[in-house]
């Protein structure tokens, strides 16, 4: 355990074994602080609410689809136009880096070659 991490007491790790068991939709048996506690099985109409999606049309699906896309692209961080410049730069330099590399190893490997047939 890491020291900057705070042990929790055994009743709340119960309580939270309990709240997740709950969700899975059977009927599961579990004590929270010594008393027992059992869920109730999860029936199909809520299992339905609680997907979304679920047996509507192609053309509701896909815009709730794209509608979500845009959401999750709002939360994304984009790069500036100097840490793009400088990135691209970087990679250009290491293909050419590479080319050459391969470029004298195979020349060599091509006189070897020659020199071995002849």
Do not use: C
């Not at 929270?32 to 699906?61: H, W």
């Not at 410049?85 to 590479?98: A, K, N, P, Y």
């Amino acid at each position: 355990m890491s020291r900057l991490q705070k042990k929790k007491p055994q009743s709340e790790k119960r309580k939270r074994v309990a709240e997740t068991d709950s969700g899975s939709g059977a009927a599961v048996k579990s004590t929270v602080a010594g008393k027992p506690l059992q869920s109730s099985p999860v029936s199909k109409s809520e299992k339905s609410v609680a997907q979304p999606g679920v047996g509507n049309n192609f053309f509701t699906r896909t815009t709730e689809f794209f509608r979500e896309v845009k959401v999750e692209l709002k939360k994304v961080v984009w790069p500036t136009r100097k840490q793009t410049t400088g990135t691209t730069v970087v990679v250009i330099v290491f293909v050419f880096i590479v080319a050459v590399f391969l470029g004298i190893f195979d020349y060599s490997l091509s006189k070897l070659v020659q020199v071995v047939l002849t």
